[in-house]
């Protein structure tokens, strides 16, 4: 696997392994004025992984003084109707609503673990994008330095029908992008 994001990135790539230090506070020899990361998008879809990335790049975002955009790309059902629909507008007006408050809980939640670190959090909740193509409009809009984000690290089957959101912001990404697993 990670030959072929190597291979295919357009930016630079960080590769690490969590070998069960997540805990432990990450220290930098970088003084917080030679810093190349002074901005650090999170995308997250609320997972445990999702969350354990986050708690991992706020640790990096204290150490090297920098500031975070927790960001959650909510995808909109689109109505299909037809002459016999059992869906109607308001069903989906509402459960685009419903996902948009979810992605909401997912972002204050990282939110709330930046404020006990100290770390200046910003917030994007967007649902008018698929989730790569959101990710990297965000990190160039907030003007971001370097993604820092999670993957499953599913393979076979399963990556072929779900894809790979980190795969695709590394192909679309001209950012470096810190994947966390």
């Excluded at 100290?118 to 649902?127: A, E, K, L, N, Q």
């Excluded at 076979?156 to 695709?168: A, E, F, N, P, W």
Aim: proline share 4%.
């Amino acid at each position: 696997m990670a030959h072929h994001v190597v291979h295919f990135t357009a930016g630079d790539v960080l590769v690490g392994h969590d070998a069960g230090t997540a805990a432990r506070p990450v220290r930098s020899t970088w003084s917080r004025q030679t810093t190349l990361f002074k901005k650090i998008p999170i995308p997250t879809d609320g997972s445990v992984l999702a969350m354990k990335a986050a708690r991992a790049a706020l640790a990096l975002a204290k150490a090297l003084g920098a500031k975070v955009v927790c960001c959650c790309l909510v995808e909109d059902l689109q109505p299909v109707f037809g002459p016999r629909s059992a869906v109607s507008r308001a069903m989906i007006d509402e459960f685009n609503a419903r996902a948009e408050d979810i992605g909401r809980k997912h972002v204050d939640a990282v939110g709330k673990l930046a404020a006990r670190l100290g770390v200046h959090f910003t917030s994007s909740v967007r649902h008018d994008l698929a989730a790569p193509e959101g990710i990297v409009e965000i990190a160039a809009n907030h003007r971001c330095d370097v993604i820092f984000m999670a993957t499953h690290g599913r393979s076979g089957l399963s990556r072929i029908v779900l894809g790979s959101v980190t795969q695709k912001v590394l192909m679309l990404s001209a950012l470096p992008v810190v994947v966390y697993r």
